[in-house]
Nanobody
Framework: QVQLVESGGGLVQAGGSLRLSCAAS????????MGWYRQAPGKQRELVAA???????NYADSLKGRFTISRDNAKNTVYLQMNSLTPEDTAVYYC?????????????WGQGTQVTVSS
């Protein structure tokens, strides 16, 4: 059974940083694409960033430069380093993964981790 488990969320003041982790377990083969989405209450879900097994990346234009996605293929883990956080970054952040070559991974989802940025 494939599972994605996020960790690292929490409360942080504006200007601070957080590092999210997503560990995949139960898979025989490595995921092609892993990524992060976020959704704030009353808002649409949006793709934050995605990364391929070959380390190619895709970012939301508004977040590129503040957020950095990385992965450790040996650990089947993807990370999201978030810097210079603002209250607008407050959301539930979801990890997603896909065996397909897509910049919008959707085959598997984590439960989400809450990120709250105070002003």
């Amino acid at each position: 059974q494939v599972q994605l488990v996020e960790s690292g969320g929490g409360l942080v003041q504006a200007g601070g940083s957080l590092r999210l982790s997503c560990a995949a377990s139960g898979s025989i083969f490595s995921f092609n694409i892993m990524g992060w989405y976020r959704q704030a209450p009353g808002k649409q879900r949006e793709l934050v960033a995605a990364i391929s097994s070959g380390a190619g990346t895709n970012y939301a234009d508004s977040l590129k430069g503040r957020f950095t996605i990385s992965r450790d293929n040996a650990k089947n883990t993807v990370y999201l380093q978030m810097n210079s956080l603002t209250p607008e970054d407050t959301a539930v952040y979801y990890c997603a993964a896909d065996f397909r070559a897509t910049w919008a991974p959707s085959s598997y989802w984590g439960q989400g981790t809450q990120v709250t940025v105070s002003s």
